[in-house]
């Protein structure tokens, strides 16, 4: 399984980026999809998944915030991040979790600057 992730860069507090994962080597449709961040210093956190039903949790850090939304013909899964904070700074890596292992995308940079 391979992710490759894109979409992210520098935005200035109260703006909006949209991040995005194409996925392959996987029956994308079955697959739940997260994305996860990782802030200089701390540990990774979830931000955000979704079923392969389309059922969706978000950390309640960025509830009313963010979204997630997944399109299977593309074999792609989003995440729309808005009103975005300073403390949303951080590395944004896509996954997945397929035949019992963890796959991971290479990684995004959100940059929000105060």
């Known amino acids: 399984v391979q992710l490759q992730a894109s979409g992210g860069g520098l935005v200035q507090a109260g703006g909006s980026l949209r991040l995005s994962c194409k996925a392959s080597g996987t029956t994308f449709r079955d697959a739940a999809m997260g994305w996860y961040r990782q802030a200089h210093g701390k540990e990774r956190e979830s931000v955000a998944t979704?079923?392969?039903?389309?059922?969706?949790i978000l950390a309640d850090s960025v509830k009313g915030r963010f979204t997630i939304s997944r399109l299977n013909a593309q074999r792609t899964v989003y995440l729309g991040m808005n009103s975005l904070k300073p403390e949303d700074t951080a590395v944004y890596y896509c996954y997945t979790r397929r035949w019992g292992t963890d796959f991971w995308g290479k990684g995004t940079q959100v940059t929000v600057s105060s």
């Open positions: 979704i079923s392969s039903g389309g059922s969706t």
